[in-house]
C-alpha cells in the first residue's frame, strides 16, 4: 500500500490494487455481498462487484441520517436511496467506502446494515485511507495511505466513461 504526500493520485492504478487485494481476501468466502456508501463508495462498490461477479448480491447506502453529527451538519443535498436486495442475516459483507478518514461515515453505514440484518462479517475496503480517526476503525484493504495537510480532503470523481480520479481539494473552496 503506498504511502503518498503530493498532490497527484492515479485512482486507477489504486482501484486495481484494492480489486486484488479484495479478490484474495474474499477467496473461499461462500457467497459476499458488497455495499457501497454513497456516493464514491458506491461508484467501488459497482465496479468491484462487475470485475468479481458479485452484480446480483450488489448494494448501496446512503448513511445521512444515521451520522452522529446530522444536527450540526444537517441534510446533505444530494440524499441517494439506500438500496439492499439481498438478506443480510449472517452474510459476509463487503463495505465500500471512498476515503476512510474519522470512521464516522463507517460507523454509521455499519448501523444501517444493522437496520436491515445482522451480517456474519462486515469487511472494510477503501480506496484511501487518510488517517485522523476518531472512532475505532480499520480497512481490511486500503488501495493507497495519504497524508494531508490541514484544510485539505480527498475528493473522488468519475468521468462519463467511468475513469475515476482522486483529488486534493482545499476544504474552504
Same mark, same amino acid.
Given at each position: 500500500?503506498?504511502?503518498?504526500?503530493?498532490?497527484?493520485?492515479?485512482?486507477?492504478?489504486? !482501484? *486495481? $490494487?484494492?480489486l486484488?487485494?479484495?479478490r484474495a481476501g474474499l477467496a473461499g468466502v461462500p457467497d459476499p455481498a458488497i455495499v457501497g456508501i454513497h456516493s464514491g463508495g458506491a461508484w467501488l462498490a459497482e465496479r468491484l462487484a462487475l470485475d468479481l461477479g458479485l452484480q446480483a448480491r450488489l448494494g448501496?447506502?446512503?448513511?445521512?441520517? !444515521? *451520522?452522529? $453529527? !446530522?444536527?450540526k451538519k444537517g441534510l446533505h443535498p444530494d440524499v441517494k436511496p439506500t438500496r439492499i436486495e439481498f438478506n443480510v442475516d449472517r452474510a459476509t459483507i463487503l463495505l465500500v467506502d471512498d476515503v476512510l478518514y474519522t470512521g464516522r461515515t463507517v460507523r454509521a453505514a455499519i448501523n444501517v446494515l444493522f437496520d436491515y440484518g445482522r451480517p456474519q462479517r462486515i469487511m472494510l475496503a477503501a480506496l484511501a485511507d487518510r488517517g485522523g480517526r476518531e472512532?475505532?476503525?480499520?480497512a481490511d484493504f486500503v488501495g493507497a495511505h495519504a497524508q494531508l495537510d490541514a484544510g485539505k480532503s480527498l475528493a473522488l470523481s468519475r468521468a462519463a466513461d467511468g475513469q475515476l480520479s482522486l483529488t486534493i481539494e482545499d476544504d474552504n473552496a
Open positions: 500500500m503506498p504511502t503518498t504526500t503530493n498532490d497527484a493520485f492515479d485512482a486507477e492504478a489504486l !482501484y *486495481r $490494487d484494492l486484488e487485494q479484495v448501496f447506502i446512503d448513511v445521512s441520517f !444515521y *451520522r452522529d $453529527d !446530522y444536527a472512532l475505532p476503525v480499520a
